[in-house]
């Protein structure tokens, strides 16, 4: 949830500040809604009744999970002088999206050789999982094909996907890899239509 609350917030000025963390406790002991700095870290507590939130439903736990995220970035702007409307749009948005980050890689369809098809990567980030598909259009964007080539049931994997790069080798296969690391995921996937 808070890659997609972050994906709202592109040009929010958060001055020095390098990471926002929010702790997530049910022990009503302790203090919370209080930020606290660490150099150029952010950080809250904000209280989450455990049981009810693994009792939810998925689209529960999303929304539960925004509002935390909300109501950790509002305290901690709040503290730091932020500005607080584009926390509030950025909310407004993501129950717009119906608490879904699933998006194209960049926003990028590249172009077969041939330019009668086009390829995307699609991202499925959820709470509990983490999938990657590439997707075969035609040269008028209709969808001829979709097909899952990486799937995690731990989404905090997913952000090497930011760093992927891909490029057709000819008209049926497409390389994928990470621009970052090449030597640990790369794929080599025939996209021809099924």
């Not at 330019?115 to 590439?134: A, P, V």
Request: aromatic letters at 14%.
């Amino acid at each position: 949830m808070s890659e997609l609350f972050w994906s709202f917030l592109k040009q929010y000025k958060v001055n020095n500040v390098k990471k926002c963390v929010i702790i997530v406790t049910d022990d009503y002991q302790k203090k919370l809604e209080v930020p606290e700095s660490f150099g150029a870290i952010r950080s809250v507590k904000i209280e989450l009744d455990l049981n009810r939130y693994f009792e939810s439903n998925d689209y529960e736990r999303r929304k539960k999970l925004l509002e935390v995220t909300f109501q950790g970035m509002r305290q901690i702007a709040i503290r730091e002088g932020w500005e607080l409307e584009p926390l509030e749009q950025a909310y407004e948005s993501c129950i717009r999206n119906d608490i879904k980050y699933h998006f194209f890689l960049r926003d990028k369809l590249k172009s077969s050789l041939d330019r009668k098809n086009k390829i995307g990567i699609w991202c499925e980030w959820d709470i509990d999982t983490f999938k990657l598909f590439w997707v075969l259009l035609d040269k008028n964007n209709v969808e001829l094909n979709r097909e899952n080539f990486f799937y995690s049931s731990e989404p905090s994997q997913g952000e090497f996907a930011y760093y992927l790069n891909w490029q057709w080798i000819d008209n049926r296969t497409v390389l994928v890899k990470n621009e970052k690391r090449n030597d640990l995921l790369s794929w080599e996937l025939d996209v021809s239509v099924k």
